[in-house]
């Protein structure tokens, strides 16, 4: 450009020639300084110097600056506050949930979450739909349940339980044929806990199912107890197969929003719970691989991870056996037709 004055163009954009590029190097060579490498864009080197070489390249009448290196920071893994209430992380030393498969039974889990490992995924019936989270909920869920133990983002309950997905929404709400089939198809491939984070109208065939996996296969189920503010307990939380988890606070206390009666067990963080969540947001979630979420949807993966950290403690135990020591190592909190047993406790339930 030959308007432009030497390093500076008419428009801003710095040019830089060769000369200039030489004199940097000379310059820093000149006092001892190892040159490591030479920007072309710009007259800078980046050099290794001690403190007499940086003293004189300050002095230098070519130099305009010398800055040391900075050293930042990765973004480092939280441990949300609902996790460590439950003492999860205490209990790692014990149990992380290696070998067990936990079937999160939702809206899908997003696909390539850096913080999320995914073992079998599937939508059983409307192959057409997506099998990936579109909605949000599923990601956030599976978080809380699974998410890795790996510096970045957040961690689950069971970092290193074996995270499986069945995709059961349609339209943004789940169905009950999907939801009867996945439970079928879950049993067939040996799922030891299946986390059910919605509500259901009461349906035959999803209850035949659970009924079916829970006394012949083994397996043990956990869900939601619905979000009606102090009302009943929604299906399938409410059949005797099911564990039905109720929400806390930070507080300890009920959630305004959960569901209340003689048909709780067990009680699990679920207020402004930070976990996964897909970078487009959804309704609680703000966007983001990470968001924040209330809801007794967010207590049951509490539960269910819990679950998996036992059954990986214990591998001969029974469903039965599972539930007994969840609900028997609980911290009461008050009135069982608002908390169940009480709040669950890893380190007590793998001890």
């Known amino acids: 450009?030959?308007?432009?004055?030497?390093?500076?163009?008419?428009?801003?954009?710095?040019?830089?020639?060769?000369?200039?590029?030489?004199?940097?190097?000379?310059?820093?060579?000149?006092v001892g300084a190892k040159v490591e490498y030479v920007f072309r864009a710009t007259p800078v080197v980046v050099a290794t110097a001690d403190v007499k070489a940086a003293v004189l390249l300050r002095r230098h009448p070519n130099v305009d600056y010398i800055e040391p290196e900075t050293r930042g920071e990765w973004a480092s893994q939280v441990t949300p506050w609902g996790i460590t209430r439950i003492g999860a992380p205490a209990a790692w030393s014990l149990s992380t949930g290696a070998g067990i498969k936990l079937l999160i039974m939702d809206s899908g889990i997003m696909e390539g979450h850096p913080d999320l490992a995914l073992g079998v995924r599937w939508r059983c019936i409307n192959g057409s739909l997506p099998i990936g989270d579109v909605v949000g909920h599923g990601t956030h869920v599976g978080g809380t349940a699974g998410a890795l133990n790996n510096a970045t983002f957040v961690v689950g309950g069971s970092p290193a339980v074996s995270l499986w997905s069945a995709n059961v929404e349609i339209s943004g709400d789940p169905v009950s044929s999907e939801v009867a089939c996945s439970t079928e198809v879950a049993r067939l491939n040996g799922v030891h806990v299946v986390n059910m984070s919605?509500?259901?109208?009461?349906?035959?065939?999803?209850?035949?199912?659970?009924?079916?996996?829970?006394?012949?296969?083994?397996?043990?189920?956990?869900?939601?107890?619905?979000?009606?503010?102090?009302?009943?307990?929604?299906?399938?939380?409410?059949?005797?197969?099911?564990?039905?988890?109720?929400?806390?606070?930070?507080?300890?206390?009920?959630?305004?929003?959960?569901?209340?009666?003689?048909?709780?067990?067990?009680?699990?963080?679920?207020?402004?719970?930070?976990?996964?969540?897909?970078?487009?947001?959804?309704?609680?979630?703000?966007?983001?691989?990470?968001?924040?979420?209330?809801?007794?949807?967010?207590?049951?993966?509490?539960?269910?991870?819990?679950?998996?950290?036992?059954?990986?403690?214990?591998?001969?135990?029974?469903?039965?056996?599972?539930?007994?020591?969840?609900?028997n190592t609980a911290l009461p909190l008050g009135s069982a037709s608002d908390f169940g047993a009480g709040l669950v406790q890893a380190l007590a339930a793998v001890q």
């Open 1 to 30: 450009d030959s308007t432009a004055v030497e390093g500076v163009s008419n428009d801003g954009r710095v040019l830089v020639t060769g000369a200039r590029l030489s004199r940097a190097r000379l310059a820093v060579q000149a």
């Open 198 to 327: 919605f509500g259901l109208m009461p349906s035959t065939a999803v209850t035949d199912q659970i009924r079916i996996g829970y006394n012949s296969a083994n397996m043990l189920f956990v869900a939601s107890a619905g979000n009606t503010f102090g009302g009943a307990v929604t299906y399938p939380a409410s059949l005797s197969e099911v564990i039905a988890v109720t929400a806390t606070d930070i507080n300890n206390a009920r959630a305004s929003f959960a569901a209340r009666g003689a048909k709780l067990e067990l009680a699990a963080p679920g207020v402004e719970i930070l976990s996964t969540s897909l970078p487009t947001g959804y309704a609680c979630s703000q966007g983001g691989l990470t968001g924040l979420c209330s809801g007794t949807s967010m207590a049951a993966p509490h539960v269910a991870a819990v679950a998996a950290l036992v059954r990986a403690r214990y591998p001969a135990w029974s469903n039965t056996d599972v539930r007994n020591r969840l609900r």
